[in-house]
């Protein structure tokens, strides 16, 4: 549990942004990314690069672990 509440709060401000992107601009892929601008996808994007989820940081976890044994 500590790995997702970690996770949580360190991403609450870039999914409160996305949240608010998505209330200016619509929901999903369809509606949103017809309506809204490129400098606006731009925004987007950039603030979805800064969102980490559980399961990236398990694979990193994993991969420094094994350091690139996993073949044997």
Known sequence: MPLVRGVYWSNQPHLQALQAWTDRWGPGPA???????PDAL?????????????????RTALDRAL???ADR
């Open 67 to 69: 350091d690139g044994h």
């Open 42 to 58: 731009a925004k987007r994007e950039l603030i979805a690069r800064h969102i980490t989820t559980t399961g990236e940081i398990v």
């Open 31 to 37: 509606a949103g990314r017809a309506a809204a601008p």
